[in-house]
């Protein structure tokens, strides 16, 4: 029987569920691969670049992962962000010594060197609003162009009650002039020191993405006598943080007015509107829809 390693109390140390970011790995990207403005991209990262926006999926990694981001930009701050939402910030310390490490590989490809790369910890100004943050703690890193582990703590007291509106987490080149860098393993847990990037299976790191944004298909077909209103449905396969909102590309529709149906009713579990057809006879859809509630 294998043994289990506990700490002086008994309680078995680093066990599953540190990591409070999602995605840190870069293994999700429902967008595409390849991004030129600033977008989020890989699932739950956002780009700002100044200028010259290059963000993109890389197989380029250190040992143990499979994809990373490659990013890119002319001019300070480029780089990418994480928003945590509030719900999952409840237990994060607001006050105390207590530490919370935030951890990330990082190759610097393009003007590395000295403080080349700032990593930023904030909050939310008010619960799950992106729009306004206060920064509580920056570390600047110096940074080369082989695959470093770096990392960066706060304590609670820094954070303070704010925390519990949510968090900011962003990683980007600090200096004027054009950069390049490939970020994954990133990891924010509440802990004493750093641990083990937390590995999960890419399955239960999608449903995880989905929360924010979806991708599905929602199709069907009948009979109508005449000009008569369609009933439209997208059910959500996970249940959004928000109403999401919703795009609507026909894949292939027949005896429908419009291009995308109108929506009269759009929840956090699903989206629901309505057509009308143009006249007497069979109707179809085949509708990809997107679905975004990102922070």
């Known amino acids: ?7 002086a109390k ?9 990591n409070i970011l999602i995605n840190g790995a870069f293994q999700v990207w429902q967008r595409g691969n390849s991004f030129t403005t600033n977008v989020y991209g890989s699932d739950r990262w956002k780009l700002y670049a100044p200028g010259s926006h290059a963000y993109s999926r890389s197989t380029d990694t250190p040992d143990f992962f499979q994809y990373s981001a490659s990013v890119g930009g002319s001019g300070d701050a480029t780089g990418l962000t994480q928003f945590v939402e509030s719900l999952h910030a409840k237990n994060i310390p607001s006050s105390g010594s207590n530490k919370v490490v935030l951890s990330f590989y990082l190759k610097h490809t393009t003007n590395s060197g000295t403080a080349k790369i700032t990593s930023s910890i904030g909050t939310l100004n008010s619960a799950d609003n992106s729009g306004a943050t206060t920064t509580r703690g920056t570390k600047n890193h110096n940074t080369t162009s082989s695959w470093v582990r770096y990392t960066h703590e706060i304590t609670g007291a820094e954070l303070t009650t704010a925390v519990t509106n949510g968090v900011q ?8 002039g054009t950069t390049a860098f490939l970020l994954t393993g990133c990891q924010l847990e509440i802990s004493d020191s750093v641990t083990d990037f937390e590995h999960r299976l890419y399955g239960e790191e999608l449903t995880l993405c989905q929360r924010y944004y979806e991708l599905l298909m929602t199709s069907a077909q009948s009979y109508v006598n005449g000009s008569q209103h369609i009933g439209i449905s997208a059910p959500y396969k996970v249940e959004k943080r928000a109403a999401a909102t919703t795009t609507w590309n026909a894949e292939e529709k027949n005896n429908l007015n419009g291009t995308a149906p109108s929506i009269h009713r759009n929840k956090n579990w699903g989206a629901f509107g309505y057509q009308t057809a143009t006249a007497g006879g069979n109707w179809y859809y085949y509708y990809a829809v997107k679905a975004d509630a990102e922070l």
């Open 169 to 176: 987490i962003t990683i980007k080149h600090n200096g004027s």
């Open 1 to 7: 029987m294998a043994l289990i390693k506990t700490n």
């Open 10 to 18: 008994g309680i078995s140390s680093n066990l599953g569920r540190r």
